[in-house]
């Protein structure tokens, strides 16, 4: 091997290497970047509402031809008394929708006896403070509703934040009605028929 020979890749070392420098600069120089800005969030769970079943709807004993009106409030004929639920664990700044599941007859197998809701003097709704008020004592609302007209609309129970007391709330829901019992020969026994009461956050 001639010295020309050995001396020419030395030669050609630095000069390959300030070729790949000069690449790497070019590189670094056009390097971009992209951010996402995303965001974290949690969603914080309402109370759960309390339910509980006071009493069932009674019309009394009954007879052929029978008219008999339950009102949502006392008083009430010896014998009767209305449907009651209550809804605990009510919060402030929350409106609350109640619509009910009404039959229109009272049956015991295939006889049946027609009942009606229509009227203000059947729905009854009281709220009060939890905590420290007492039931039936509606110092937060009370109003006479009717419950044929909240099958499919809700009656709201609005509580906003200026409602007095701390925040914790119930409302009962009382719900009467008149009951029609046909004339003629009427077979003894329960006619029964289920009513719903149903309470939903609405906002």
């Known amino acids: ?4 020979r050995a001396l020419r890749p030395v030669l050609l070392l630095p000069a390959l290497l300030v070729a790949l420098g000069g690449t790497a600069a070019r590189a670094g120089a056009q390097a971009q970047e992209w951010t996402s800005n995303v965001v974290a969030s949690v969603t914080v769970a309402p109370p759960p509402i309390l339910l509980e079943t006071t009493r069932n709807l009674y019309f009394g004993s009954v007879g052929p031809g029978s008219d008999v009106i339950v009102p949502a409030r ?4 010896a014998g009767t008394w209305s449907a009651g639920a209550r809804f605990g664990n009510l919060r402030k700044n929350v409106n609350y929708g109640v619509t009910l599941t009404l ?6 197998g ?6 009606s809701w229509n009227g203000t003097q059947y729905g009854w709704v009281c709220v009060w403070n939890a905590s420290n008020g007492t039931p039936d004592v509606c110092t937060v609302m009370q109003q006479a509703f009717n419950p044929a007209s909240h099958t499919s609309t809700a009656l709201v129970i609005d509580l906003p934040n200026n409602t007095p007391g701390n925040n914790n709330f119930a409302a009962d829901v009382y719900i009467g009605g008149r009951l029609t ?3 003629g020969t009427l077979a003894p026994g329960t006619y029964s028929a289920p009513i ?3 309470l939903a956050r609405i906002n």
Do not use: E, F, K, W
């Open 181 to 183: 019992v046909p004339g």
């Open 103 to 108: 039959p229109t007859q009272l049956t015991r």
């Open 74 to 77: 006392p008083p009430y004929t």
């Open 1 to 4: 091997m001639t010295l020309r």
């Open 196 to 198: 719903n009461i149903t």
């Open 110 to 115: 295939t006889r049946t006896i027609p009942v």
